[in-house]
């Protein structure tokens, strides 16, 4: 609804970026693309939100300021921007892990003369940039997304690149019907499958191989065929490429060749190139067309990795003691990833302790789905569950159905409520902590950590175990009474 930027869409196949609660939807919805613009999307979501009666139990332009427990009740109190006041025994946190916009406070923003944007808050009526003079900060996703379009557009399009991210090609197109017919056919086994996946898509099949154990002819024979192959495919090429940082930079190095393949300029190809990281330990993009925008009359690059932007002027930017000029400004600059929208609102638990406090040194939960000290309170996709480095519907999911058990659990067992104990807690956050450090992911400055946001803590949030590793344990937990958890009027 919010993401409506230019050239926004999934970069997860729309065939397995669908909900799959009910078997007869997934069979019903004809998808066009192989990967889902946002009007595509949205179309979907408004379809099932119809389908279901869902919109009774809904209510819009409300924004929650605050949930804090009454513990003489064991009751949450919710109120809004609104002035409505709800209590309820259990709540429920669905806020999504990219939902936070993150606007930076550059100096002088104020002052700006002419139009700015940020991706992640686009105007619906649309912008027209025909005849402009474009300035895009960031080279993230929906940067890479929408760059190739607002170049089409503008006059002169300038890109403030402070990070290069690797990205590789989306190949988009439409669906192949037999594959479309396929999918169908066999959906149930597909979810199946994708649950107990490692990242919740089957797109991205895992080779079995090292990337050092083969000749440099077949590996670069299987990163070519993975990337004619489009999207996350590349991800998967060998089984130690988020493991070993020798394996990881033979992909990285077959990304950066495709760039200075693509990418006329060569100096602008280097600084395309990304260096500071291993591949794929930042959101991989996948775009349509990205490198080869840079090629292109209207579009320059400009590097503010060396020369950081010093402010927003009336008339533009300036970095590296040089003014640039514009008619309109676009700020891709991402989100405050996984704890932003909860740290938005003022949530309280036992002895009105606030959430911020709890997470002033990062989030801390069990299982990403409750937090100690905050009965019968749960996260959707929380930080410490697998969350943003899976398919999300996949994930959502999960989390949807365990929580709905565990609800039918408590209400059959006459219990008022579920806490997570510190010890769980405690215990799950360093298991999460060691099998990251297993990994490349903590070597790159990502939004995973918390790093795109001045004076967030730098703790890795994700789970990176695996998706079907981790509905095994969420499953074993409930299987054993809800084990890490105390189920009492009291709790622990």
Not at 396 to 423: F, M
Request: some cysteine; overall charge negative.
């Amino acid at each position: 609804y919010w993401n409506r930027y230019p050239g926004a869409r999934c970069d997860i196949e729309s065939l397995e970026y669908q909900y799959g609660f009910e078997d007869d939807l997934p069979r019903e919805w004809k998808w066009t693309e192989r990967y889902a613009t946002q009007p595509e999307i949205l179309t979907y979501l408004n379809h099932v939100a119809d389908r279901f009666s869902l919109r009774d139990g809904i209510q819009l332009e409300t924004r929650v300021t605050a949930a804090v427990f009454d513990e003489g009740a064991n009751r949450w109190a919710v109120t809004t921007d609104r002035g409505d006041r709800f209590s309820a025994k259990f709540c429920i946190m669905a806020t999504g892990c990219l939902s936070a916009a993150k606007v930076p406070d550059f100096k002088g923003i104020d002052s700006f003369k002419g139009d700015w944007y940020h991706t992640g808050n686009w105007p619906h009526e649309g912008v027209d940039f025909t005849g402009k003079r474009v300035g895009v900060i960031g080279t993230g996703s929906s940067a890479i997304q929408s760059i190739p379009i607002i170049a089409t557009q503008s006059k002169q399009l300038t890109v403030f690149q402070r990070t290069a991210n690797f990205s590789v090609p989306a190949h988009n197109g439409p669906i192949n019907p037999e594959y479309r017919a396929q999918m169908k056919e066999n959906y149930t086994d597909v979810r199946r499958r994708a649950r107990e996946s490692a990242a919740g898509i089957l797109a991205r099949a895992p080779g079995e191989k090292s990337a050092l154990e083969v000749a440099e002819e077949e590996r670069r024979a299987e990163f070519e065929s993975r990337w004619q192959q489009g999207g996350f495919a590349l991800g998967g090429a060998f089984i130690d490429l988020g493991l070993n940082l020798q394996a990881n930079e033979t992909a990285a190095e077959f990304v950066r060749s495709k760039i200075r393949e693509t990418v006329n300029n060569p100096e602008t190809a280097e600084l395309l190139c990304p260096r500071d990281y291993p591949f794929a330990t930042k959101r991989l993009c996948v775009d349509t067309g990205y490198f080869e925008t840079f090629n292109r009359d209207n579009v320059s690059l400009v590097d503010v990795k060396t020369n950081p932007i010093e402010s927003i002027t009336p008339n533009g930017l300036r970095t590296g003691g040089k003014e640039y000029e514009f008619d309109c400004l676009v700020f891709a600059t991402g989100f405050d990833a996984m704890t932003g929208a909860l740290s938005n609102i003022d949530i309280r638990g036992r002895g009105g302790k606030a959430l911020r406090e709890k997470w002033s040194a990062g989030p801390r939960t069990y299982l990403g789905i409750q937090i100690a000290g905050f009965p019968n309170l749960f996260t959707i996709t929380g930080p410490g569950s697998p969350s943003v480095l899976s398919n999300m519907i996949v994930s959502i999911e999960q989390h949807v159905d365990w929580i709905s058990d565990c609800l039918v659990y408590l209400r059959e067992h006459e219990l008022p409520t579920i806490e997570a104990t510190v010890k769980a807690e405690d215990e799950w956050v360093d298991h999460v902590n060691q099998v990251a450090d297993m990994t490349l992911f903590p070597l790159a400055n990502s939004w995973y950590l918390g790093a795109n946001i001045p004076g967030k803590p730098r703790v890795f949030m994700p789970y990176v175990g695996g998706v079907g590793n981790y509905a095994v344990k969420c499953q074993q937990v409930a299987a054993n009474g809800y084990e890490g958890f105390a189920l009492a009027a009291g709790g622990s």
